[in-house]
């Protein structure tokens, strides 16, 4: 008899997804300025990654940005930037998250200077402070930059009257401050002056 020949078919497949070595770490950015300008954070390329898979050369690699919260602005908000590995041989895709959260840490910008005051004291020697200015009022004088300002959060102090009954100023201090708990402060001078003379209240008979 003859030999009998049996035939095997021996199919090899790919059924390991891409293994990632690396572990992405969560990342803070701050604003550049009191604009909220972002800074530049790039996207990371397959070839910043260890990826082992056998047929490398034939990767997929994508990236997407999700997850705004915030609607993307104020003091702090965050996104989540996902990067995605796939090989052509149907096998279940890996994902990396790397969420990325940005924060306001920049005080409010003040240029210009506000005007010295001149206040005169009473009769009995008493002086009344002008009124104090609101953020709107400082804008004729001053430029004041921030894309989170609190227009209605104004700090006013006063420092005690330095000088003489002739002649003394006292610094109100203003504070401004955003809603991501920074702030700045600018001073004015006040001068409180006496001007008044001398005057009889009886007329002394000859």
Not at 11 to 29: G, Y
Not at 79 to 98: E, G, H
Request: with cysteine; glycine share 4%; charged share 20%.
């Amino acid at each position: 008899n003859g030999p009998v020949i049996l035939s095997q078919t021996i199919t090899v497949k790919d059924t390991m997804r891409p293994q990632v070595v690396d572990d992405l770490r969560d990342t803070i950015l701050y604003y550049m300025g009191n604009d909220c300008t972002l800074p530049t954070y790039p996207r990371l390329t397959l070839s910043d990654f260890n990826v082992e898979d056998c047929r490398y050369d034939n990767l997929q690699f994508s990236v997407i940005e999700r997850d705004t919260t915030n609607d993307g602005e104020g003091c702090s908000w965050s996104y989540t930037r996902v990067y995605t590995f796939a090989d052509d041989c149907n096998n279940t895709s890996v994902s990396i998250d790397q969420l990325i959260t940005i924060q306001d840490t920049t005080r409010p910008a003040i240029n210009g200077t506000l005007l010295d005051l001149m206040v005169y004291r009473l009769e009995d020697c008493s002086y009344v402070l002008p009124d104090t200015l609101s953020v709107a009022g400082m804008s004729s004088s001053l430029t004041i930059t921030d894309c989170n300002l609190d227009y209605d959060n104004v700090g006013i102090a006063h420092s005690e009257l330095e000088g003489d009954n002739c002649e003394g100023t006292i610094i109100r201090t203003y504070t401004l401050s955003d809603l991501c708990g920074n702030s700045t402060t600018i001073n004015q001078t006040i001068h409180i002056l006496d001007t008044t003379s001398p005057y009889l209240t009886e007329i002394i008979p000859d």
